[in-house]
């Protein structure tokens, strides 16, 4: 499975980005996806994970009620709404996807995401 990041950028603190991530592979709809950041100096950490067919999604609380992921499985495409950016939100953020879920459970975990997209450098200034 190839994933293919975009929609980064440079935004003023309080404005909005929506990141994209573009799979290929003919089973996009029994992956869990996820997005996950970076910031310079740290480590990876989780940010938003949604479930095969979308009616799952879980957030880490430090994005929870700003940022939305959904998903289009006609597309093969995950989505990442960014609203109220703060300055502590840049990093790269990677898409992932879970291609070997049987269950279609939604996880945090990176260790469970089998294929990783190239990133997208999002910046938010003050």
């Known amino acids: 499975v190839q994933l293919q990041a975009s929609g980064g950028g440079l935004v003023q603190a309080g404005g909005s980005l929506r990141l994209s991530c573009a799979a290929s592979?003919?089973?996009?709809?029994?992956?869990?996806m996820g997005w996950f950041r970076q910031a310079p100096g740290k480590e990876r950490e989780f940010v938003a994970t949604?479930?095969?067919?979308?009616?799952?999604?879980y957030y880490s609380d430090s994005v929870k009620g700003r940022f939305t992921i959904s998903r289009d499985n006609a597309e093969s495409a995950v989505y990442l709404q960014m609203n109220n950016l703060k300055p502590e939100d840049t990093a790269v953020y990677y898409c992932?996807?879970?291609?070997?879920?049987?269950?279609?459970?939604?996880?945090?975990?990176?260790?469970?995401?089998?294929?990783w997209g190239q990133g997208t450098q999002v910046t938010v200034s003050s």
């Open positions: 949604i479930s095969w067919a979308g009616t799952r999604r």
């Open positions: 992932a996807a879970d291609v070997n879920s049987v269950s279609g459970a939604v996880s945090v975990e990176s260790t469970r995401y089998d294929s």
């Open positions: 592979g003919r089973s996009f709809n029994r992956y869990v």
